[in-house]
Structure formats: structure tokens, C-alpha cells
């Protein structure tokens, strides 16, 4: 018997008829599978959100506190803390590697795996029909969707290693908003169309974890290539936005449930407009400053 939480539950199942009122929820074949359930996601995320909480608390005592410390400057840090910080330093550093590398590799499965069965289904790239009463392309949903909690682990090497400047609010936004967004897709929309989303977004982690694994090995890249992981992040948006800008804008008709569309549509916009603004404050602004 799955552990729930009565008014939690409730309120995720509503959300869930909401997106795709047909598919009831004895017919969902992804319903028993691990992290499904709305009270053991919603468990998930509350937990992943008070971390990030926390964590911008402690990222604001933190900076005061170096604040403070810089006018005691004389006063050195014991022998004994240097140490203990400096080991788990070394720790944390060599653990980098390997949980990129198992990304790179994940994101390559999947990616593997979601081409193969929408080949399989004779996919083709956009508006393809949908079975909800079919597993193959929803057990990739699903790898996808829990990859979206090992992403988590970002936010955690973030904090440990105190890189306060990569915890910003497009980073907890993006983790926090995909982890809820693809719960819903597994839970109703795990089928037609969303492979493409599922193996863009993979190509993309690919080679935006291929370069921090290399980058983890101190290996010495261009800044342009740099760049290039956000601008080929923007142009994955855009490709996700088309099929909704062509339905709702020209009309066009689609099978694919139409509020998990705009879900996709108005949830890829929000994003495009953060990336697009990371990227002109971090690449365009200070080219514009050195001119």
C-alpha cells in the first residue's frame, strides 16, 4: 500500500485532471512506478525546496559573514579547521568527475533508448499520435524525470563547495520547475510527443555535462565553448516552443492533449527568457563593457 498524504494527494490529482482530464487514473500505466505517486513526489520536492531555502539563508549569512571577517583579517582559522575544510574539499573535487561522467552517460542512455522505441512507433518529429495505453516511450519519461532528481545533486556540490555564485535563482527555478513539470508529463503526458522533449533535453545534458567533465578535470576549454552550451540550450528552447507557437498561433491541429502543450509552451518561454537574459549579462554585457 503506497504511503500518502490525503490532502496532498488530492491536490496533485487534481493537477493532474486538470492537464489531461481523459486519462483517468486507473488507466495510467505509469501510476505505480517509483516517485509517481503525488504524495512521494510532492515528498521530493518539498525536501529538494527547503534545501534551497536554506541554503540562500545560509548564502546570505555567509556573505555577511565574509564581510566581517575581512575587517578581522589578523585573526587566522585554526590549524584544525584548515584541515578538516581542506579534506572535504579534496573529497568533494574528486567526486566531481565521476558524477558527471554518470550523467554524460545517463543522458547518452536515454537518449539511446527514446530514439529507438520513437523509431519503433514511426515517429516522426512533431505531432505524432498518441497511446496512453503503450510503456515504451513513458519508461523513458520516466528515466528522464528521475534523472531530473540526480540533477538535484547540482545544487548540493553547489552549496558544499560554497560556489554561491552558481546559486542563483534561474538555477533553483530550472531544478525545481522541470522536476514538477516532467512529473506531470510522466503521470499523464508520457506519450506522442514528448520524446522530443525527452531526447533534446538529453542531447543537451550530454554535452552540457560532457563540458563540465572535462572542465572537472582541469582541462583547458575556449571560453566560446562555453557560450555555445548556453546559446544550444536557447535554441532547444525554441524547438520546443514551435509545435505549441504553430497550434495556438496557426491553428494547427495536433492529438497531443492540448493544456499539456501549453504547459510545455508557456513553461519553455519562461526559460528562454532566463537563459537569454544569463547569457547577455555573462557573454554580450562585458564584451560591451571592454569595447
Same mark, same amino acid.
Given at each position: 500500500?503506497?504511503?500518502?498524504?490525503?490532502?496532498?494527494?488530492?491536490?496533485?490529482?487534481?493537477?493532474?485532471? $486538470?492537464?489531461?482530464?481523459?486519462?483517468?487514473?486507473?488507466?495510467? #500505466?505509469?501510476?505505480?512506478?517509483?516517485?509517481?505517486?503525488? @504524495?512521494?513526489? $510532492?515528498?521530493?520536492? $518539498?525536501?529538494?525546496?527547503?534545501?534551497?531555502?536554506?541554503?540562500?539563508?545560509?548564502?546570505?549569512?555567509?556573505?555577511?559573514?565574509? !564581510?566581517? =571577517?575581512?575587517?578581522?583579517?589578523?585573526?587566522?582559522?585554526? *590549524?584544525?579547521?584548515?584541515?578538516?575544510?581542506?579534506?572535504?574539499?579534496?573529497?568533494?573535487?574528486?567526486?566531481?568527475?565521476?558524477?558527471?561522467?554518470?550523467?554524460?552517460?545517463?543522458?547518452?542512455?536515454?537518449?539511446?533508448?527514446?530514439?529507438?522505441?520513437?523509431?519503433?512507433?514511426?515517429?516522426?518529429?512533431?505531432?505524432?499520435?498518441? =497511446?496512453?495505453? !503503450?510503456?515504451?516511450?513513458?519508461?523513458?519519461?520516466?528515466?528522464?524525470?528521475?534523472?531530473?532528481?540526480? =540533477?538535484?545533486? =547540482? @545544487?548540493?556540490?553547489?552549496? #558544499?563547495?560554497?560556489?554561491?555564485?552558481? $546559486? /542563483?535563482?534561474?538555477?533553483?527555478?530550472?531544478?525545481?520547475?522541470?522536476?514538477?513539470?516532467?512529473?506531470?508529463?510522466?503521470?499523464?503526458?508520457?506519450?506522442?510527443?514528448?520524446?522530443?522533449?525527452? @531526447?533534446?533535453? *538529453?542531447? #543537451?545534458?550530454?554535452?552540457?555535462?560532457?563540458?563540465?567533465?572535462?572542465?572537472?578535470?582541469?582541462?583547458?576549454?575556449?571560453?566560446?565553448?562555453?557560450?555555445?552550451? /548556453?546559446?544550444?540550450?536557447?535554441?532547444?528552447?525554441?524547438?520546443?516552443?514551435?509545435?505549441?507557437?504553430?497550434?495556438?498561433?496557426?491553428?494547427?491541429?495536433?492529438?497531443?492533449?492540448?493544456?499539456?502543450?501549453?504547459?510545455?509552451?508557456?513553461?519553455? #518561454?519562461?526559460?528562454?527568457?532566463?537563459?537569454?537574459?544569463?547569457?547577455?549579462?555573462?557573454?554580450?554585457?562585458?564584451?560591451?563593457?571592454?569595447?
Amino acid at each position: 500500500m503506497a504511503f500518502n498524504i490525503p490532502f496532498v494527494h488530492n491536490l496533485l490529482e487534481s493537477i493532474l485532471k $486538470f492537464f489531461n482530464p481523459s486519462l483517468k487514473p486507473g488507466r495510467r #500505466v505509469t501510476r505505480n512506478w517509483f516517485l509517481v505517486n503525488p @504524495t512521494h513526489f $510532492f515528498i521530493v520536492l $518539498f525536501v529538494y525546496t527547503i534545501f534551497v531555502v536554506a541554503s540562500y539563508l545560509y548564502k546570505v549569512y555567509f556573505a555577511s559573514k565574509q !564581510k566581517s =571577517d575581512n575587517t578581522l583579517s589578523k585573526i587566522k582559522p585554526s *590549524s584544525s579547521s584548515k584541515y578538516k575544510n581542506g579534506r572535504m574539499e579534496v573529497i568533494v573535487e574528486k567526486m566531481i568527475p565521476v558524477y558527471n561522467l554518470s550523467q554524460v552517460l545517463l543522458s547518452l542512455f536515454i537518449t539511446v533508448l527514446t530514439i529507438y522505441e520513437a523509431r519503433k512507433r514511426k515517429f516522426s518529429l512533431f505531432y505524432n499520435y498518441v =497511446d496512453f495505453s !503503450k510503456a515504451n516511450i513513458a519508461l523513458c519519461c520516466w528515466l528522464f524525470y528521475l534523472n531530473k532528481m540526480l =540533477d538535484f545533486m =547540482d @545544487t548540493i556540490l553547489i552549496v #558544499v563547495r560554497k560556489k554561491w555564485n552558481q $546559486f /542563483t535563482f534561474l538555477h533553483a527555478y530550472h531544478h525545481i520547475s522541470i522536476f514538477l513539470v516532467m512529473w506531470i508529463n510522466t503521470s499523464v503526458g508520457y506519450d506522442g510527443d514528448i520524446y522530443y522533449i525527452v @531526447t533534446a533535453n *538529453s542531447v #543537451v545534458h550530454f554535452i552540457m555535462y560532457f563540458y563540465y567533465f572535462l572542465t572537472s578535470l582541469k582541462v583547458s576549454i575556449p571560453v566560446f565553448i562555453k557560450a555555445s552550451v /548556453t546559446y544550444i540550450q536557447i535554441v532547444q528552447f525554441l524547438s520546443m516552443m514551435f509545435p505549441g507557437f504553430c497550434v495556438f498561433f496557426f491553428k494547427h491541429s495536433t492529438p497531443h492533449p492540448r493544456r499539456l502543450l501549453a504547459l510545455s509552451f508557456c513553461y519553455c #518561454v519562461t526559460l528562454l527568457v532566463l537563459f537569454c537574459q544569463f547569457a547577455y549579462n555573462t557573454y554580450v554585457r562585458p564584451k560591451k563593457k571592454v569595447a
